[in-house]
C-alpha cells in the first residue's frame, strides 16, 4: 500500500504540467490588482481612518488617558499603513533593478538604500508596536474596571512611561535581526551601493540559515506576536 501511494504521488509530479505564458499574464495581473491596487487602496482608507480618529480624540473634550493610547495607537497603525503603501509600489509597480540613468531609477534606487536599514525594520517595528499597544489599552481597561483607585492615582507621565516606551522598547528589541535580513547589491563593478548606477535588493547570509528561518523567523514569532498576544 505504502509504495503504491508513493508511486501514485510521483505520477502526479510527473504529469504536472508547466503553467502556459496566459497563465502567468494571468497571475501577474492578479498580483497587480491584488498585491498593488488593492493594497494601496485599502491602506488608503486606513490612513484616512487613522487621521481621523486622532483629530477626534485630539480635542478636549476628548481628552482622558485611555484616549491618549488609542491616539499611540492609531499613530502606529497609520504609520505602518504609510510604509505598507512604500513597499506595495516597490513591489508591484518598481523594477526589480534600479538604474540611475533616469528619475524613476534614482527613486527607486533611493527606495533601496532605505529598504534594508529603515523602511524594512521599521515596517515590522510598527506592526509590533500596533499589536502590544492593543494589548496595552487592554491592560488600561482592566485596570479602570478591577482597580479603579489604582487607576485614578497615576501620575500625568503613566501613559508614556508605562504604555508607550514600553511597547517601542520591546518592538524594537524584537525585531532587531530584521535590520540584517536583506542588503542593497550592486550589478556593476562598484560595490559601493551609494555610488553603484544599477542595484537591487538581496538576502543576507542570515536570511538563509534555516535554524534563522525556523525558529526566529516563523516559531517566535509566532509565538510572541501571535500566541501571547491572544
Known amino acids: 500500500m505504502g509504495s503504491e501511494a508513493n508511486s501514485s504521488e510521483v505520477e502526479l509530479v510527473?504529469?504536472?504540467?508547466?503553467?502556459?505564458?496566459?497563465?502567468?499574464?494571468?497571475?501577474?495581473?492578479?498580483?497587480?490588482?491584488?498585491?498593488?491596487?488593492?493594497?494601496?487602496?485599502?491602506?488608503?482608507?486606513?490612513?484616512?481612518?487613522?487621521i481621523l480618529a486622532i483629530s477626534v480624540f485630539s480635542k478636549k473634550n476628548f481628552?482622558?488617558?485611555?484616549?491618549?493610547?488609542?491616539?499611540?495607537?492609531?499613530?502606529?497603525?497609520?504609520?505602518?499603513?504609510?510604509?505598507c503603501i512604500t513597499e506595495s509600489v516597490r513591489r508591484t509597480f518598481e523594477d526589480p533593478v534600479a538604474n540611475s540613468d533616469s528619475f524613476s531609477?534614482?527613486?527607486?534606487?533611493l527606495h533601496h538604500l532605505l529598504f534594508p536599514y529603515f523602511l524594512y525594520p521599521l515596517h515590522n517595528i510598527?506592526?509590533?508596536?500596533?499589536?502590544?499597544?492593543?494589548i496595552s489599552i487592554s491592560i488600561e481597561r482592566y485596570l479602570a474596571i478591577f482597580h479603579p483607585l489604582v487607576y485614578r492615582n497615576r501620575s500625568y507621565s503613566w501613559n508614556l512611561s508605562c504604555h508607550i516606551l514600553p511597547v517601542l522598547a520591546l518592538s524594537v528589541i524584537i525585531n532587531i535581526p530584521k535590520f540584517f535580513e536583506s542588503v542593497v547589491m550592486c550589478l556593476d563593478l562598484d560595490e559601493n551601493p551609494e555610488t553603484c548606477e544599477s542595484s537591487y535588493i538581496g538576502l543576507t547570509e542570515l536570511r538563509y540559515t534555516r535554524n534563522y528561518a525556523v525558529y526566529y523567523q516563523n516559531w517566535f514569532r509566532f509565538m510572541v506576536l501571535g500566541l501571547v498576544p491572544m
Open 63 to 83: 481628552k482622558s488617558n485611555f484616549n491618549n493610547l488609542l491616539i499611540a495607537l492609531a499613530v502606529f497603525d497609520l504609520l505602518f499603513l504609510l510604509v
Open 14 to 50: 510527473v504529469n504536472c504540467s508547466e503553467g502556459t505564458e496566459d497563465d502567468y499574464v494571468l497571475l501577474g495581473n492578479i498580483d497587480v490588482l491584488v498585491g498593488g491596487y488593492g493594497t494601496i487602496g485599502l491602506a488608503t482608507l486606513g490612513v484616512c481612518a487613522n
Open 126 to 134: 510598527l506592526l509590533t508596536c500596533s499589536i502590544f499597544m492593543t
Open 105 to 109: 531609477g534614482c527613486a527607486t534606487q
